[in-house]
């Protein structure tokens, strides 16, 4: 069996117009010319191109390149550990084999992007965007790294490498990207990126790290928004359980931005602005004794006029007329004082945000009882009571009967309002728990979502992969076994192709140079591998998904990062126009993603070029 | 139903002497003082202990505290986002409103343990401790952190506290702890953290984040050293995967701890010092055309005196002898050209350190003959080449084929020690692979492991707890009506008892103030809550699990933190004392937990008197 050589290909006429003749003042195609004369064109043209004097490979202009300027006025990401030392050593090793074989100036294009979609799934949201781009606009390596670096490298390394480790940034790289927040389908690359081969290459691993988690727990988060719907109030409390600190910090995040409510996190609320939430837990409550321990007992009126003298005494009272009330009869005798005495305190503490955890003793027998004691004095006192969290037991069982209790109370004692407390449960809580308790029934306001959430329990790990799709204009393909690790070759633009409905209807990648979809104009879509599956489609929209996040100099317009609140609405938007099925838990219906009729013959006269032949004997 | 009143206990004679009666000038109980007079005897007799002035809630105090400087010269957590903020809100306002109830300054005691193993094993292995002692070193809120709580909080929150919390450290905590790298089992607390309530009441969430996915990782990196045997090298590889930077970080970190020998991170080499492995990815490989873009031709001999003026040639020159020998013939036919001028640049590159991945086009048909014959002409020139990596396929069987290969080469041109390179395998392995692997037969010296290793796939969370055991010297216990979920109340200390054949056969729980158990003694063991699983246990070695880590200013003896090297030796040597069937990965014998008589006494006096008796109508 023989491998063909790449060398060796004549390129088919219908190929030229699409991926071989750039837009440059001297035009190369390596059928024609060889691929040294090729490069160095490619690098004549981007030097032309940029307006830039060609970079070189010169210790001395690398070492007196400015430093620790960064590119742009980006501030670095989030997590300070994010830097270009962040990386695995292949990416370093490959950096100096590519120096010494003087590829480093190669222009590379690589794509970003899964295979498959999470925790079985049809559709997956694209976060850690705006990392990637401070990463990028700040990636330098410090001198200290790089004195790791040489310390770990063979001696017999050259020194002129590590000076140029010293000089290179991102100065030269282009990063086209889809929005963050955006509803994302395998093999659509979520990120292109370009530049010198030694560089995006070096890129890879950190970028890796921060879109892999951040799309997988965005997507688990809208997962669970879908599955307990838009009026439920959702909270992450993952951070103790995450990996690492900064699998809390970044799930906080990820998590808001994919639809949750609020974080227990303080210190992502305090990065992100994202709202906290939080409470006592069952610590809490067991530290204290009885009421007798309360030494300041007096709280004033919600008016800041009045005040009561012996707020203790008069929870005492409504704790009466409860257990003497007729409807509660029976229902409770005595309930547990260290958890009154809790209660009380965190009322005195709170009186505007009074919320009690009733799960310590026993919920129905003890903690709402205590609760609505506490509550119908502060009640009284011209406050507005918040509600309870459960933390255990049947929470579509309990919430329903301490739903019943707080009505009776406000029917009993004619409290307006107080059948309408919130009740929060927050044990164990998933995806799968959500959608059996509304098929139970439950009066559960909101969830606290821990676990599950932040470590993605269902699936823990997205393979986002980083792959070289050309090399100085000429397409490279990556050949599987496995029909999903076949790469697209080339750089390609992407487009969102809407039906007469308004719902997305394909995602279409073309050859960069073709021109794009028009909008009631009929176009071919193929399915990139399976010759029959192809349909023909008339767009009454056409998005362009990528937009250029890092122009480095290139002089391309550089979209500006929207905020994290901007990308949340942007998921909300999508996940909102999506055709439901697509999105929904149980056997969701696959989105369409397609190639061009022009890339599909490309792919398929590449990958029959590359495949070696089989021989049975 | 009635549910008991803690402060009306009568504490049974037996029980003074071991839980309440303290080692202090004033000796105070709970059945005899109020708790109002206890706590203050309580909070006179620490300040007597410790030789302090008392701690008092004035705000002109607390503010005058020296800022910034930190309790002892150790440094903060790896990850600087490990601040005092990092933490859960309910931590915040539960400090609020026990500093409101002046019980800010109760002595309290949690202790820190998980209730199941994971992975469906039965040990864990304890780490994050250098990080946790390090953040409670440091311990402290900036101004900033406290403004921004300010801001978050209602605002009827009294000023006093914020000033308060800025002034707090962990200067009255003391931390006494398993050595890290420990095998640890359920139940048994990893951790005991005493001090001022709202001080160690703050560290929860934060101490549970550093040692959850610490001790998880490790765990797991362990199982996969007890599957891979002791004489293959392990790599992680796994930091693309993680769950964002700082999981890739702690990944390496804690995956060397528990018997990896290398990682893949730049980053966590340079911090930790763990060795770094890597070389090239497919990207590499393809990013090649052929040898003619190879300009630098000559490659020096190992001895730096001779030089080779074409190493190209003679690379050509060495896949023409192999593919003429008699044994290859009709094995391969053409290799695929752009690999082999990837090896060849990669071999100019790293003559001494060559490796290469040989599965982007065929193993056996391109990637290991063109391997050879680069390593064959590397070896001629005095260069010990390294190696193969496989990245996809059926491991097992390239494996063996490859070596055949090898061996074939080694007699064929009489080139000593090339039977024995070295194979890596990294292609999604996890414990059931590796398992798999040694059950088929296979020739892989190195495995590298990603995804399924540092996420934590087959079960990505452990679920320490952090729990109230203690306060002002009374016992907290917490009930469940899930037996692992009730809590063993009281300050204790753990040993852990050796057998006769040197393997340790049960660990102890005891009363802080009963006496240890002592060498040829007979003592009671008792399973902490089934009355009948009991056994007297003459223990050939005795070892006192808990050291005092954190002492904060109380002048307790501190242990030093141990390298990271010397925790990995740790863990290695206590893996390597277990008895074989309580770690193997198959149906593993639970490793025994046991109180003493007295400690279960006590709990089960305690249980009976805090749980409701039910009435079924």
Redesign the interface.
Known sequence: ???L???KLTIPPFERDNFLEMSNPVSCS?SKV???TARAIRKLNDGLRNGLALPVKDEQVAVNTPRGNPLSELKG???????A??????????A???W????HL?E?V?DLFHRNNPFGGEYTIFAGLEECIKFAANFRFKDY?VD??RS?M?P??EEGFFNYLRGIDCSNVNIHAIAEGSIVFPRVPMMRVEGP?LVV?LL???L???V??AS??ATNAARHRQVAGNSKILLE?G?????????????SKYCYLGGFDAT????A??RFGIP?????????I?????S?????RSLAYANKIDSCDDFVGLIQYWLSKIQEADFFQGKF??????ELAAFT??A??????FVSLVD???VM??GVPNFCAVALALQQLGYKPKGIRLD?GDLSYLSIEARKFFVAIEKQFAMPGFGKLSITASNDINEDTLDALNKQGHEINAFGIG?HLV???KQ????CV???VE?NG?P?I???EDLSKVTIPGKKQCYRLYGKEGFPMVDLMVGENEPPPKVQERILCRHPFLESKRAYVVPQKVEALYKCYWAGKSGLQQEPLPSLESSRHHCQHQLATMRPDHIRSLYPTPYKVSVSGKLYDYIHFLWLNEA?IGELH
């Open positions: 069996m023989e491998l050589d790449r060398t390596y060889d691929p040294g990401p989030t997590n300070p550990m994010v830097t030392l962040l990386t695995d050593m292949y990416q370093i090793t490959m100096y084999a590519y010494r074989a003087d590829k190669d590379a690589f790294e790791y670096v770990i063979p017999s390394c081969l290459q890879e691993t950190t890796l790290t921060l892999n988690y997988l727990v409390f951070l103790r359980r995450a990996q690492g600190p900064d699998g809390g910090i970044s799930a227990s996190n303080l210190d609320g305090r906290v939430r939080g409470t006592h837990s069952h610590a809490f067991s530290s204290f004794v009885s007798d321990e309360i030494t300041q005798s005595e309930t547990n004082h260290s305190s965190y005195l503490a709170f009186p505007t945000e310590t003793y026993d027998r003890s255990s676990t470590t993605c329990y823990p790990a997205l393979g980083y792959k070289l090399v000429q490279r990556k050949l599987s070696p």
